[in-house]
């Protein structure tokens, strides 16, 4: 009899795919079939929009109904089809023309009594839209500012279908009252004033995290429990630069997916992760049965992701993280489709030494057999630690270095913040045209191809033969050699830089050093 | 039980007024409740087109004030096997010749303070 259709967007991944709704009102006994791999979220669809169809005033056709969610062979998840599904029923039925429609992209979850709910993922949709030449994006009051963000596409945010239809008919829309959601995601990116003068002594572990926070270099931080690991971890997100406009959409849009109100501004200041170390692998790297979500190291992309107690993760958890490192993207196979997300982050682990954190501390006594001890610290496991640029112990401080560093201030996140950004300009105008802008990030080979080597190199060679180092290590030496160079302003690093990097990546590792030297 | 006598009235009055509406339409019935072990066909009648006679079972069904389900998407596909079978053991007991058969399903739906609204649904089955 008469049939219409909608667009919506069906994200896989942080990837968007415009979807077309078709309504077909037929012949035949009453009945609403829902067609196109709907899962059981989207198949429910039928229920609620009925019922908010019916509450807002309007007619659900007394007729076969049969709605198609195209393409048919993409598999679609979530709720937030209802108002594009709702738009192409009441098109068809001739309640405002089809035509309305038209490079309109629709976005909402509806309640029973016909107002429309806020929704996961609004940023990434709109970008998907606005990409695949639509004009216009109808979307849920409360997230209008949220999908605004993206240029180029008009933002509509209604608040009940009664709205939708005033709008779709070009009359003026009845004003009603918001929805109020109960525990709405709220914003976790609420501004963090923590200062790195608020940690007492640990000069050399606040210059450690001065160096990777320059050149984004991952970091294991050892040592026995009250000392600062985690004060300094939660202090390096302080010291990064905002991201610019490219990052941020992104970071924006992963946060969006995740389901965190993006509270109309986009993120623009490096994002910070630290699940707790009972979390499973799938709420680490990301997870859900058909449609997977963002995951921590996801949340974390292009910020900090800190582990703290990292030994009492499960090994696999952290063994999770070895793909990712290396390729900043997580690639996660569902039944039906792969979902994608980016994963650049920057990784801080934390561990004490053994369980009761008192090994290798100068004057404490450790009650841990050796056995006990070098368990304890491989649970990180070989390759994981071969991925950590830095590793930093921490040493606890003395009374007396207690009470004359309480008097006088050190120094603050925003002096060391300044020669951060100072070394990442030096990076990026050297990286210029590579397609990297950090030192973290630079390959292998064009790190020994196409930059100068420092002088001194026999010292990393001594150590390769020795076993101390592996080929990944000599390039971790090498980045971090740069960016000691970077931050003390010189156009190539030395032997010093060398022999500072070097010392830097063997650290002090309890429990792996004495098999390291066999 | 006083909701259940209330329940049948509704039935009754939904049959009344779908075969009003048959009958204002030209329409002869020729059975009303018509029961069998099976269940019951509802109104039997002969549907007097442009084409000839056409004998048609309908399925009514009835709902009283406001609700969201449609009367008629009650009327499931098991419902709807039954009625076919009715249709053929009605054929066989009246040894009625017809050339063309149909099944229809007419909704009703009674809303207080308002007239009755009828849907009928022709060949559902």
Redesign the interface.
């Known amino acids: 009899m008469a049939s219409a259709c909608a667009w919506s967007v069906a994200l896989v991944g942080l990837e968007g795919r415009i979807v077309e709704v078709e309504a077909d009102i037929g012949?035949?006994?009453?009945?609403t079939l829902l067609v196109g791999l709907p899962d059981s979220a989207l198949y429910q669809a039928r229920d609620r929009c009925?019922?908010a169809v019916?509450n807002s005033g309007q007619e659900?056709p007394?007729?076969l109904l049969t709605i198609n969610l195209s393409p048919a062979t993409l598999p679609k998840a979530g709720s937030h089809y209802d108002l594009a599904i709702v738009a192409a029923i009441l098109a068809a039925q001739g309640t405002f023309r089809a035509d309305e429609l038209r490079r309109t992209v629709l976005l909402g979850e509806l309640g029973l009594d016909g107002r429309v709910r806020p929704i996961r993922g609004v940023l990434p949709a709109t970008l998907a839209a606005q990409q695949a030449g639509f004009t216009r994006m109808i979307v849920p009051l409360r997230q209008a500012g949220e999908a605004k963000l993206v240029a180029g596409i008009d933002v509509f945010g209604i608040a009940s279908i009664t709205q939708l239809v005033a709008f779709l008919q070009g009359e003026p829309m009845p004003v009603v009252d918001p929805i109020e959601v109960m525990g709405d995601p709220v914003s976790r990116h609420a501004k963090r004033c923590l200062d790195l003068a608020d940690v007492v002594g640990q000069v050399e572990a606040k210059w450690a995290c001065e160096v990777a926070a320059a050149g984004r270099h991952h970091m294991l931080f050892h040592g026995p429990p009250g000392v600062g690991k985690t004060m300094l971890a939660e202090r390096v997100p302080g010291l990064l630069p905002d991201l610019v406009l490219h990052d941020a959409l992104e970071v924006s849009a992963v946060h969006s997916l995740a389901g965190f109100n993006l509270a109309d501004e986009l993120i623009t200041r490096p994002p910070y992760s630290d699940p707790h170390h009972s979390a499973s692998v799938a709420s680490i790297v990301g997870g859900g049965q058909r449609m997977a979500r963002p995951g921590a190291i996801s949340c974390a992309h292009k910020g900090v992701l800190f582990l703290d107690e990292a030994p009492e993760f499960q090994p696999a958890v952290i063994d999770a993280l070895r793909t990712p490192l290396e390729s900043g993207v997580i690639t996660l196979g569902r039944s039906e489709v792969h979902a994608r997300f980016p994963a650049r982050f920057q990784l801080i682990l934390a561990a004490n030494p053994c369980p009761c954190g008192q090994a290798a501390t100068p004057g404490a006594h450790c009650r841990c057999s050796p056995t006990v001890v070098r368990r304890y610290a491989e649970k990180i496991s070989g390759p994981v630690r071969d991925r950590i640029d830095i590793n930093q112990a921490f040493l606890p401080l003395r009374k007396t270095y207690l009470k004359k560093a309480t008097l006088q201030r050190s120094e603050s996140s925003t002096a060391v913040a300044i020669r951060v950004l100072e070394a990442r300009d030096r990076q990026r105008r050297r990286l210029a045209g590579s397609g990297w802008q950090t030192n973290g990030e630079v390959s292998g080979t064009y790190l020994r191809r196409h930059l100068p080597l420092p002088d001194g190199l026999q010292a990393v060679d001594e150590a390769v033969d020795r076993g101390r180092l592996s080929a990944r290590g000599v390039d971790k030496v090498l980045r971090l050699a740069w960016t000691v160079a970077d931050l003390a302003g010189r156009d190539r690093p030395g032997r010093d830089e060398l022999a500072v990097a070097l010392a830097m990546r063997r650290g002090e590792q309890p429990g792996t050093v004495r098999r390291e030297v066999g | 039980m006083p909701g259940t006598e209330s329940k049948k009235q509704v039935g009754v009055r939904g049959q009344d007024l779908a075969c009003a509406g048959l009958e204002r339409q030209g329409w002869q019935v020729l059975e009303r409740n018509w029961p069998r072990r099976l269940g019951e066909i509802d109104i039997v009648a002969w549907e007097v087109g442009e084409s000839g006679l056409t004998l048609v079972f309908c399925e009514v069904k009835c709902r009283s004030g406001l609700c969201?389900e449609?009367p008629?998407?009650a009327?499931t596909f098991a419902k709807?096997r039954t009625l076919r079978q009715l249709a053929a053991s009605w054929m066989r007991v009246h040894h009625l010749k017809a050339s063309a058969i149909r099944l229809d399903?007419i909704?009703v739906v009674l809303v207080p303070g308002q007239g009755p609204s009828l849907?009928h649904?022709g060949a559902?089955g």
């Open positions: 012949a035949g006994l009453p009945r009925k019922a019916s659900w007394i007729s | 969201i449609h008629l998407e009327i709807m399903a909704g849907t649904v559902v």
